[in-house]
Protein backbone atom coordinates (compact mmCIF):
# COMPACT_ATOMS: atom_id res chain seq x y z
CA UNK A 1 0.00 0.00 0.00
CA UNK A 2 1.39 3.22 -0.98
CA UNK A 3 0.11 6.59 0.77
CA UNK A 4 0.73 9.87 -1.52
CA UNK A 5 0.26 13.41 0.47
CA UNK A 6 0.53 16.37 -1.78
CA UNK A 7 1.95 19.74 -0.32
CA UNK A 8 2.57 23.32 -2.30
CA UNK A 9 -1.08 24.58 -3.48
CA UNK A 10 -1.49 28.02 -3.11
CA UNK A 11 -2.94 31.11 -4.55
CA UNK A 12 -0.20 33.22 -7.40
CA UNK A 13 -0.66 35.44 -9.97
CA UNK A 14 -0.47 34.70 -13.47
CA UNK A 15 3.19 34.60 -14.95
CA UNK A 16 4.35 33.30 -11.34
CA UNK A 17 5.32 29.83 -10.15
CA UNK A 18 4.66 27.29 -7.67
CA UNK A 19 6.72 23.74 -6.60
CA UNK A 20 4.58 20.67 -6.21
CA UNK A 21 5.42 18.58 -3.87
CA UNK A 22 4.22 14.68 -3.57
CA UNK A 23 5.83 12.41 -0.62
CA UNK A 24 5.16 8.91 -0.55
CA UNK A 25 5.15 6.50 2.12
CA UNK A 26 5.52 2.56 1.62
CA UNK A 27 8.50 0.59 -0.35
CA UNK A 28 9.31 0.60 -3.86
CA UNK A 29 9.00 4.27 -4.40
CA UNK A 30 11.62 4.14 -6.97
CA UNK A 31 9.86 1.26 -8.82
CA UNK A 32 6.43 3.29 -9.32
CA UNK A 33 6.06 5.60 -12.29
CA UNK A 34 4.81 8.63 -10.65
CA UNK A 35 2.44 11.79 -11.83
CA UNK A 36 0.87 14.11 -11.80
CA UNK A 37 -3.45 14.94 -13.04
CA UNK A 38 -5.21 18.23 -12.58
CA UNK A 39 -9.39 18.68 -12.08
CA UNK A 40 -10.34 22.01 -12.73
CA UNK A 41 -14.39 22.73 -12.18
CA UNK A 42 -16.59 21.55 -13.85
CA UNK A 43 -14.10 19.46 -15.90
CA UNK A 44 -12.75 16.09 -16.02
CA UNK A 45 -9.73 15.16 -14.34
CA UNK A 46 -6.59 15.42 -16.78
CA UNK A 47 -3.15 14.40 -17.38
CA UNK A 48 -0.39 16.89 -16.54
CA UNK A 49 3.18 14.92 -16.06
CA UNK A 50 4.70 11.54 -15.41
CA UNK A 51 8.01 10.22 -14.38
CA UNK A 52 9.19 6.64 -14.86
CA UNK A 53 11.77 4.56 -12.84
CA UNK A 54 14.42 5.39 -15.19
CA UNK A 55 13.83 9.38 -14.83
CA UNK A 56 11.60 9.38 -18.26
CA UNK A 57 9.57 11.96 -18.66
CA UNK A 58 6.17 12.43 -20.46
CA UNK A 59 4.56 16.18 -20.26
CA UNK A 60 0.84 17.38 -21.66
CA UNK A 61 1.25 19.85 -24.74
CA UNK A 62 -0.44 22.53 -22.52
CA UNK A 63 2.16 22.38 -20.01
CA UNK A 64 5.17 21.26 -22.05
CA UNK A 65 7.94 24.07 -21.61
CA UNK A 66 6.35 25.83 -18.36
CA UNK A 67 6.39 22.60 -16.16
CA UNK A 68 8.74 20.00 -14.93
CA UNK A 69 8.32 16.94 -12.79
CA UNK A 70 11.24 15.25 -11.17
CA UNK A 71 11.81 12.70 -7.94
CA UNK A 72 13.81 12.35 -5.56
CA UNK A 73 13.88 8.57 -4.30
CA UNK A 74 15.47 8.72 -1.10
CA UNK A 75 12.94 11.08 0.00
CA UNK A 76 10.13 9.21 -1.40
CA UNK A 77 9.22 12.36 -2.99
CA UNK A 78 7.98 13.85 -6.47
CA UNK A 79 8.04 17.33 -7.61
CA UNK A 80 6.32 19.56 -10.29
CA UNK A 81 7.70 22.72 -10.96
CA UNK A 82 5.02 25.28 -12.54
CA UNK A 83 6.44 28.21 -14.18
CA UNK A 84 4.99 30.87 -16.20
CA UNK A 85 1.43 30.20 -15.04
CA UNK A 86 -1.91 30.72 -16.33
CA UNK A 87 -5.33 31.18 -14.82
CA UNK A 88 -6.19 28.13 -17.21
CA UNK A 89 -3.75 26.28 -14.94
CA UNK A 90 -6.12 26.67 -11.74
CA UNK A 91 -7.12 23.33 -10.71
CA UNK A 92 -7.05 20.50 -7.45
CA UNK A 93 -3.54 18.69 -8.40
CA UNK A 94 -3.44 15.17 -7.93
CA UNK A 95 -0.08 12.97 -7.17
CA UNK A 96 -0.41 9.27 -8.35
CA UNK A 97 1.71 6.09 -8.16
CA UNK A 98 1.96 2.66 -10.08
CA UNK A 99 3.16 0.28 -12.55
CA UNK A 100 1.42 -0.13 -15.81
CA UNK A 101 -2.03 1.86 -14.30
CA UNK A 102 -2.11 4.14 -11.35
CA UNK A 103 -2.87 2.37 -8.49
CA UNK A 104 -2.82 4.88 -5.53
CA UNK A 105 -3.85 8.69 -5.68
CA UNK A 106 -3.19 11.68 -3.18
CA UNK A 107 -6.35 13.80 -1.60
CA UNK A 108 -4.96 16.63 -4.65
CA UNK A 109 -3.54 20.60 -3.72
CA UNK A 110 -5.32 23.54 -4.83
CA UNK A 111 -3.61 25.90 -7.25
CA UNK A 112 -5.51 28.98 -7.91
CA UNK A 113 -3.76 31.28 -10.83
CA UNK A 114 -5.64 35.43 -10.87
CA UNK A 115 -5.22 36.81 -14.02
Known amino acids: QVQLVESGGGLVQAGGSLRLSCAAS????????MGWFRQAPGKEREFVAQ???????TYADYVKGRFTISRDNAKNTVYLQMNSLKPEDTAVYYC?????????WGQGTQVTVSS
Open 51 to 57: IWSGLST
Open 26 to 33: GRSFSNYV
Open 96 to 104: AAGTADYHY
